[in-house]
């Protein structure tokens, strides 16, 4: 199965070269090295081992856990999660799907740079954006302030609970939606859409009855990222209160002593996230959606706007000012404020702790992700097969689930490592070796296996092969992936939490605590510090794509290795 934080890498704009396999009947599949099958089955006892702790523990509860998964409370908070990914992935689709179209099939004013615009929320925290709505749109807010100066008003209606976390969530993730879409809608032959208009459809009809038709998959693939990215979000919630699982789980565990309700939640959580997989799969449709006969894919034409050309360029910018400026405003308005006052401190001890921790979830995580890939690719079995799919269990739970299976595991089992750094970015790793392992498979599959063979041939070990050969050919994936890794761990929140040691501050924890607190002024300038800092891999991303996007469009040559 393939879960949504590895499908980050594809709603980042499929940074990672595209997946295709050069297969060769004459080349034959050596045997795997023993240290390195030796090391992916470690890893792969590693990454489940907190997983089926917390399973074990609930099940070792008996009654206690029965009862706290069969009470009325615990079906409500089933219901309001499900209600808050229900409109949050609606109105993703809603937003995306036009935009897409819009950037792709149009001659919308700016559009290459509207792509770049509307991919930037992915780089803003959950819990950010939400500190942003309150103290922008809250009863007494910003907002408020300006309306009571000009037309007296004295409060605006609450935007906590469901209103705000919905508008915040899809600001953030209707991005999901936008990459996987305007992908589909690259690789459409323009040919079908023309063969509609030559048979009397107009391009309103053309869209609903040809085009939106073939986007079902893709559509489907990013509803899917936005459901699980709202059922997992812990910050957006917790600080608009609006109880889902994630906050439910995250208060057991601080405010009672006995846990046994916070592992069973994490149950629930786990069978949610997996029935939303399984009813994904189940709705699939069967129908085809490629040609059927060979033939070239010809460059689109642009569809002419008209009068609504700069209607829509306004109503584009009006969302991506919603989702990117007028957040980044605030912050420094709020920054600006809190310096007038003489009360901004640089919070640089908790932007080093941010920084080191996310290097070493990088490096770790890179590490470990590379046995994976080459086992997963250049050794495919039944063993690798399970390999792949088991390091990617922690990435289908959200943090706080992973996080909580840890402390159980270190305060019985490895008391040494409890609240230390090292068990902080083991969490890490469990949560996002996948998006390393991803962008690391990927680029291997781009390197012609021939190249291996004749190294062997000419006397080479395997490992030295690996070593000499493999290595130097798939840096660009690994660097990649340890982008992803360092984004996705500048970011994480509950896990960080739960796990730090005592008087370890992030980022990342410096803004929840503030904003928490509605010390907005003090939590405005770690959440730019942050915003910048998971901006940074995601330029990278950004740049090594437009890089390869304009290579190919120069014309590679056919026979290179791709690498």
Known sequence: MLFHRENLRVALGQFALPQFRLRSRSVSRPRAPIALTATGLLIAIAVLLPIVYLVIRSVGAGEAASEMLFRARTGAIVVRSLVLVVVVTAGSVAIAVPLAWLTTR???????????????????????????????????????????????????????????????????????????????????????????????????????????????????????????????????????????????????????????????????????????????????????YHRSTSGAVRPVSNLSLGRWRWPAAIGVGTLVTSAVIAPLGVLCFWVARGASAGGVEFPWPSAWNSLRVSLLAAAVSSALALPVAILAVRFAGRFAAFLDRATHMGFALPGVVVALALVFFGVNFAAPLYQTIALLVFAYTVLFLPAASGAIKTSLLQVNPHVEEAARSLGRSEV????????????????????????????????????????????????????????????????????????????????????????????????????
Request: charged share 15%.
């Open 464 to 563: 030295k092969t690996i070593l000499q050969v493999t290595l130097p050919l798939i840096t660009p994936g690994i660097l990649t992936g340890a982008a992803m890794v360092f984004l996705l761990t500048m970011k994480e929140l509950p896990a960080t939490l739960i796990l730090g040691p005592l008087g370890f501050k992030t980022l990342a924890t410096e803004v929840w605590s503030a904003a928490s607190e509605a010390f907005f002024a003090k939590a405005a300038l770690p959440a730019i510090m942050l915003v910048l800092a998971a901006g940074a891999p995601t330029a990278f991303l950004l740049l090594r794509e437009s890089r390869r996007a304009s290579d190919d469009g120069e014309g590679r040559s056919p026979g290179g290795n791709g690498a």
């Open 106 to 288: 149009t001659d919308l004013p700016g559009r290459r740079w509207w792509v770049v615009a509307a991919v930037l929320p992915l780089v803003v925290p959950s819990y950010v954006a939400a500190m942003v709505a309150v103290a922008a749109l809250g009863p007494r807010g910003m907002l408020q302030g300006a309306l009571d100066r000009i037309f007296g008003i004295e409060r605006l209606p609450a935007i906590y609970g469901l209103p705000g976390a919905a508008l915040v969530l899809v600001l953030l993730s209707y991005p999901y939606v936008f990459v996987t879409v305007r992908a589909a809608l690259r690789r459409m032959d323009p040919a079908l859409d023309e063969a509609a208009r030559g048979l009397g459809y107009g391009p309103g009809r053309t869209s609903l009855k040809v085009t939106l038709p073939l986007l079902r998959p893709a559509i489907a693939a990013g509803a899917l990222l936005v459901a699980l990215y709202t059922l997992s979000d812990f910050g957006a919630v917790s600080l608009l209160g609006y109880e889902t699982f994630t906050w439910a789980i995250f208060i057991q565990y601080e405010t009672t002593f006995d846990r046994t309700a916070a592992s069973a939640l994490s149950l629930v959580l786990i069978a949610v996230a997996l029935g939303i997989l399984l009813l994904d799969s189940a709705t699939h449709a069967r129908g085809r």
